[in-house]
DNA sequence: TCAACATTGATAGTAATACTATCTTTGCGA
DNA sequence: TCGCAAAGATAGTATTACTATCAATGTTGA
């Protein structure tokens, strides 16, 4: 059985809902391609006007400027970070086997789910949200842009982890935090793991995975005490 | 007694050392305060060399580019942070009480040394270094900058820290990463707490500081294991 | 004291960026 | 076939991120 997921987006994050057209869904898609291959600050609409065969001025009515792109592909891998951690703990009573689930989740070290989105390069997409995602917040309009609810999903997100962690630890005193520091630190260690790896323990390659097995140690030795 | 240090910088941050020439200290005193009032972004040479009473041209005989001076900034800080934890953990027995030690100078919740430098505000570049230190590596450049050396301070900050763990528990596996993340940690729940503050459990403000305290139990529930 | 040099000031200029505006064309549905 | 929405096409503006050049100033040291 094949189906995916559609993600219902917030509309702040969008001028026009770029799922709404062959257009919109194309600079999307592209847009992943085009920001991981360069990165965000080399991006420039023209530039992924030219990829898409379109024009500055067609992107614009999707979206104000780059910056709201970034904010919509980052929203949207929160989302569909979501969806998995539901996914993947549903029916499962143990809450350690869940927190258990949630850390391959984190690094994307998933095979795919019957509904994976099959034309989102989800790759490209988790490689984006590692290098640029902080700069969907770390800004000087950081406060409107919340107010705009554009950082909603990764509310959810953490909410949905600190979720699992009392559940596991009801005594737990600060969860939130805890489920916060765990989905960046994930993306730091990743990011250093390849680029700056003197920064890291872990010198080889994803094989052996000692980032999962440092992540995991470091969840389980907090939330196992008061 | 009243004295100051001078940190020695590395020769590829500049391209005239700012610290050799009025104008060039003026540069990077101003620019830590435009770049905390504007931010990075909105931060340019112009509105810059406005404020200094100079031009665009004489700011660009310093540095290469805006990313340079912040990268600069970043590495004075980090040097800066090291000094500092080699001072307050002088002539300390216990590995336990200098780990102790360096937890309020990652919050800069210290009161002044004897060689506090007193024409550079640190307040304000704390606040840089929260909300930008992390634009300074997350470039499609940074193998790059890495090669000429640029972020040597944070990896000799983060190399220390990685000594005091590793003093406090000789078996501890994962010492670097867990230095870098505890610094990084640091970083982005202030942000956090500030700015987003449904991601912490820090309602309050820094008068009890919890988030002292949830830095302490995350750092030692995890080194206190294998 | 004068010559040489380094630093800064002042002005100008360029290519690219980040948009906005407007007008035309295309295609689709009622 | 009319009407409308989406996209194409073109143009234009203010700002940014530089680079180049030359003049003014100040400092050193022969």
Not at 53 to 80: D, P
Not at 91 to 107: F, H, T
Request: one cysteine or more.
């Amino acid at each position: 059985m094949k189906y995916s997921v559609h993600l219902q987006m917030n509309e702040k994050l969008f001028l026009r809902d770029p799922e709404q057209s062959d257009l919109g869904r194309r600079i999307v898609r592209q847009g992943i391609l085009v920001m991981n291959e360069i990165g965000f600050e080399e991006t420039t609409f023209r530039k992924l006007a030219d990829r898409l065969g379109t024009k500055e001025a067609s992107i614009y009515r999707y979206f104000e400027n780059k910056h709201r792109l970034l904010v919509y592909m980052v929203a949207w891998y929160w989302q569909w970070l979501d969806y998995q951690v539901v996914y993947e703990t549903n029916n499962i009573a143990s809450p350690r086997e869940k927190l258990e689930r949630l850390l391959p989740i984190l690094l994307q070290r998933t095979t795919d789910t019957p509904a994976t989105p099959d034309d989102i390069d989800l790759r490209a997409l988790h490689s984006v949200v590692i290098r640029e995602a902080s700069k969907a917040y770390l800004t000087r309009h950081v406060t409107d842009d919340n107010r705009e609810q554009l950082f909603k999903p990764y509310k959810d997100l953490c909410g949905r982890i600190a979720g699992l962690i009392l559940e596991f630890n009801p005594t737990y005193k600060f969860a939130r935090s805890r489920a916060s520091s765990l989905i960046e630190t994930a993306h730091y260690q990743s990011f250093f793991m390849e680029n700056l790896p003197s920064l890291t323990d872990f010198g080889g390659h994803p094989t052996d995975d000692a980032l999962l097995a440092f992540l995991r140690h470091l969840l389980f030795s907090s939330i196992e005490r008061g």
